[in-house]
């Protein structure tokens, strides 16, 4: 088999074997195929798209490339959800013990941020003590025992994704349907997990800015998952502002813990609800959405997410007191009011530009190697449909720096208001299932 002939064979739009899909992904990740090659491949693909068949056998391949984790000795069904970024989510922090409350094993691989804000990871370790270096014996343990753990990306997961990944980069075939699916869906499918949920993000902060790349998206990575054995489903949702009002490592802890005792933004709630009613019927727990919604609803109101909230913080080395104490979490020297320059209506949030924000004040980072500051970001108090008055405050800036009005600048110019009255955006826009 030659390359050259899949290359051709892909050119002309026709459909790849299985064969000759291997023959490709296991060159490439063993260095006998040329990156000038793949580049070919690559922009073939973009033009001329993939079948069903060709994306779920090039997912499987990336999987196959690597190492693959294990989770059988856990009990039950597991469920992992995925987002594809924006800037305020921190629907893990909350999912994870909200759905383990109902019985749902959550077998969380979570990995840093790099960009607006931090991930998963870095905003944890925001609470003393709490660390993910567990092995994978103590990790399987744990989520027997209590339902919920997380631990960092580790092993050597789908190579043929990194290779390829840093590839499309530098080739302008980034955003193409088929790579894109097969990459996401390649690391959730070597993490592991018996179903999965997908969080799609659409909108001005997603990296899906159209409803219709986001239904794409979706309707690809949703028939990927269930080819290739794992009950898969998507929600899109909104991303035209931030999720929430926290944006920042401790501020995005404080208020999960705020909406683990029920009394979080309304988005970011009804969000986890959506999410959370999914993972709990795809893990049978429940008959239907509305029983598995009135479960989840029930333990935001009775203390039992709270509580699995701190016992999965404590069996992890955390100091749980956090959660009644979120004052003992990394705090800003200044907390400095950024404040409305005209009466009206919020139209516009640049999400995107409020995370980079946010970064400059240190809480994400520039590059790999960048320090992350866990006390600062950014609190809105205004999102888009909010009416405001001149003088009164559309947020508050957390900083370790007193002068920020590189900061201030670029978030007036990330926020419009309006004469006009304006309708709060819609939150969930699709489900798609199989």
């Known amino acids: 088999m030659r390359m050259y002939d899949v290359i051709e064979k892909k050119r002309d739009g026709e459909e790849l074997s299985k064969e000759e899909i291997r023959f490709f992904i296991n060159g490439y990740t063993n260095g006998d195929i040329p990156d000038y090659q793949v580049s ?20 499987t391949a990336m999987v196959e490339s690597g190492d693959q984790i294990d ?26 013990p909200l759905v383990a409350s109902v019985g749902v ?29 567990i092995s994978s014996d ?28 840093s590839l499309r980069d530098v080739t302008a075939t980034v955003n193409s349907i088929p790579l894109i699916a097969s990459s996401i869906m390649s690391k959730k499918i070597a993490s592991g997990a018996d179903a999965i949920v997908l969080d799609v993000k659409t909108g001005a902060g997603a990296f899906m800015k159209q409803y219709d790349e986001a239904k794409e998206l979706a309707e690809a990575m949703v028939s990927i998952g269930n080819r290739v054995g794992r009950n898969t489903m998507a929600v899109i949702s909104d991303m035209s502002q931030p999720l929430g009002k926290a944006i920042g490592n401790a501020l995005e802890v404080k208020e999960a813990i705020d909406t683990l005792k029920g009394n979080g933004p309304e988005d970011l709630t009804e969000l986890c609800l959506t999410l959370g009613s999914q993972m709990v019927l795809l893990a049978n727990k429940a008959d239907s959405l509305d029983e598995a919604r009135t479960l989840l609803s029930n333990n935001l109101n009775n203390g039992k997410a709270f509580n699995q909230f701190k016992l999965f913080l404590e069996s992890q080395g955390g100091d749980s007191s956090v959660a009644d104490n979120p004052e003992s979490l990394p705090q800003a020297a200044y907390k400095i009011d950024l404040k409305a320059k005209y009466s009206g209506t919020v139209s516009e949030m640049v999400a995107d530009d409020i995370g980079t924000a946010a970064m400059m004040l240190g809480a994400g980072r520039a590059t790999k190697e960048s320090k ?50 304006v309708e709060r ?9 199989k």
Request: aromatic share 4%; charged share 20%.
């Open 138 to 165: 103590e990790f399987v343990d744990l989520v027997n025992t209590n339902k919920a753990a997380v631990v960092g990306q580790t092993g050597n997961l789908t190579p043929a994704d990194k290779k390829l990944y």
């Open 425 to 433: 955006p819609q939150l969930i826009y699709d489900t798609v299932t």
């Open 40 to 59: 070919a491949l690559m922009m073939a693909v973009y033009f001329q798209d993939m079948t069903e068949a060709e994306r779920a056998e090039l997912t």
């Open 372 to 421: 992350i500051d866990l006390a600062v970001g950014i609190v809105l108090h205004k999102k888009i449909g909010d009416t405001v008055t001149e003088g009164n405050p559309l947020l508050t800036i957390y900083s370790n720096q007193e002068n920020v009005e590189d900061v201030k600048e670029k978030l007036h110019a990330s926020i419009t208001v309006s004469e006009d009255t």
């Open 71 to 96: 989770l059988s000795a856990i009990s039950g069904i597991k469920v992992d959800k995925h987002s594809t970024g924006g800037v305020g989510d921190t629907t893990t922090l909350i999912l994870a």
């Open 105 to 133: 094993p959550v077998a969380k691989m979570s990995g840093r941020g790099l960009g607006h804000t931090g991930g998963t990871i870095d905003k944890l370790e925001s609470v003393p003590g709490f660390h993910v270096g």
